[in-house]
């Protein structure tokens, strides 16, 4: 399961703490997590392997949306902040566009991840 997270500023702790109450279930090895620049030096402090690509707005959107299109991820999980304006927003739809294109599993808020990885975790 290759698993893309981004979470924009104001939305950084939330992702942390989502993922923390995961934990277990992240750190199996058929589990592999890409995100987002800043997103990605966040999940590693709390203790998760991650590879991380360009900052957002550097183009690490881009890089994600890039992965969706080749079919290199099963899931995106972005947590948006509808709440503050980002200078790369045609970034933001790009990804969420391509997402759809591709028919790639996108939660955009913790209860719609949590609802997906409940859902992932109690499959064999
Ligand atoms: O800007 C982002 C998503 O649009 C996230 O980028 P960072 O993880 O580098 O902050």
């Given at each position: 399961?290759?698993?893309?997270?981004?979470?924009?500023?104001?939305?950084?702790?939330?992702?942390v703490h989502?993922?923390?109450?995961?934990?277990?279930?992240?750190?199996?090895k058929e589990v592999q997590l890409f995100a987002t620049g800043?997103?990605?030096?966040?999940?590693?402090k709390a203790g998760f392997n991650v590879t991380k690509l360009?900052?957002?707005p550097l183009g690490g959107d881009a890089q994600i949306a890039a992965m969706a299109a080749q079919k290199e991820l099963d899931l995106v999980?972005?947590?948006?902040?509808?709440?503050?304006?980002?200078?790369?927003?045609?970034?933001v739809q790009m990804l969420m566009r391509i997402c759809?294109?591709?028919n790639i599993p996108?939660?955009?808020?913790?209860a719609a991840a949590d609802l997906i990885f409940k859902f992932i975790t109690i499959k064999p």
């Open positions: 399961m290759r698993i893309a997270l981004i979470a924009h500023d104001g939305k950084k702790a939330d992702m989502f993922l923390s109450g995961f934990k277990k279930e992240l750190h199996q800043t997103t990605g030096s966040h999940i590693e360009l900052s957002g999980i972005f947590f948006r902040d509808p709440l503050d304006k980002h200078p790369h927003e045609p970034d759809d294109v591709h996108l939660a955009t808020n913790p």
